[in-house]
């Protein structure tokens, strides 16, 4: 059963800090890795796509990528309270499988 | 753009009932895609589509059924609803590909008593 793991929370960061999220996955054919972003009662938007090793940064959002260690990150820079919801790591091979999401809030 | 609309939002059911659950995207996605999320949970592959006349199961397919007439729509059919398939169900379509995006509706809010 190939799954993707991810700490439920709440993950609670002060505004202005850094959030770190974290990601491991089972299938190591695992080709492209996602970050989306649920807000309460919302759907899912995603935020990032990730597919080779390393960082890839868009604004205040980096992923990070290690195959190796089959380990997919989410830092958030300059945490703002609008950055408060449910984050899922999505990991695709064949098909999409997600995370049961880590709750995050950011304290004013 | 309308983007992935779904019907209805929310929908009471009794034990025994059967309904269909409405998708729609006007992107001209090929990929259409049925996930129900209960409360806490991440989401879980109920059915999927590649393409018009083409479906195939995801993780949790019992209890459902799908069709896929045209690209545009994508319902999903409850066949003698049970408690069980209370949840949030959401419809995604992406193009595919190595960076699939998914673009989710706003999803349908079922309660089976």
């Known amino acids: 059963q190939k799954e993707v793991e991810q700490n439920s929370g709440p993950l609670s960061v002060p505004e202005g800090a850094i959030a770190s999220l974290n990601c491991t996955y089972s299938d190591r054919g695992s080709q492209s890795f996602f970050w989306y972003r649920q807000y309460s009662g919302k759907s899912p938007e995603l935020i990032m796509f990730?597919?080779?090793?390393g960082d890839k940064e868009d604004g205040r959002f980096t992923a990070q990528l290690n195959k190796a260690s089959q380990y997919v990150s989410l830092l958030i820079r300059v945490s703002q309270p609008s950055d408060s919801a449910t984050y899922l790591c999505a990991v695709r091979d064949d098909k999409i499988i997600f995370g049961k999401g880590t709750r995050l809030h950011i304290l004013p | 753009n309308a983007g992935v609309t779904q019907t209805p939002k929310f929908r009471i059911l009794k034990i025994g009932q059967s309904m269909t659950l409405q998708c729609t995207q006007d992107m001209n996605h090929n990929y259409m895609y049925w996930y129900r999320q209960d409360p806490g949970m991440g989401l879980k592959l109920i059915y999927y589509s590649v393409g018009a006349g083409i479906t195939d199961k995801g993780e949790v397919p019992n209890g459902y059924n799908v069709s896929r007439s045209t690209t545009e729509d994508f319902p999903l059919r409850l066949e003698l609803a049970a408690p069980s398939q209370t949840s949030v169900y959401f419809c995604?379509?992406?193009?595919?590909?190595?960076?699939?995006?998914?673009?989710f509706g706003p999803g349908t809010r079922l309660l089976v008593l």
């Open positions: 990730i597919y080779s090793n």
């Open positions: 995604a379509s992406s193009d595919g590909g190595r960076q699939e995006t998914q673009y």
